[in-house]
């Protein structure tokens, strides 16, 4: 998921009126739409094995998010394939939270 600054604003002016359910994806995704955030669906910018994104584990493309890995050693070899990707390509990286 991607937040807005606002969106997170809202959630921390008002997380604690959010029941939470098993999964924090749920919970964050729910409370959010109590809270008044609205969802936004933007399944290009997602590079993951069910968002018909072609080699998303090799993290060799400018999307904005990969997902999943379930390791922190996956994670970072992913990262820094896509930092790399971004330097070879002459791309500055934005590091936001936006929806």
Do not use: I, M, N
Not at 9 to 28: A, I, L
Request: glycine share 4%; aromatic share 12%; charged share 35%.
């Amino acid at each position: 998921e991607v937040f807005s600054r606002r969106a997170l604003e809202r959630y921390d002016e008002g997380w604690e009126t959010c029941q939470q359910p098993p999964q924090e994806d749920v919970f964050v995704q729910t409370c959010l739409k109590k809270l008044g955030a609205t969802e936004v669906d933007a399944f290009e910018v997602l590079a993951e094995e069910h968002c018909q994104s072609e080699h998303w584990e090799r993290c060799e493309d400018s999307h904005a998010a990969f997902h999943p890995f379930k390791t922190a050693e996956k994670y970072a070899e992913c990262l820094r394939r896509a930092e790399k990707y971004d330097d070879d390509r002459g791309f500055q990286p934005v590091r936001v939270l936006h929806a």
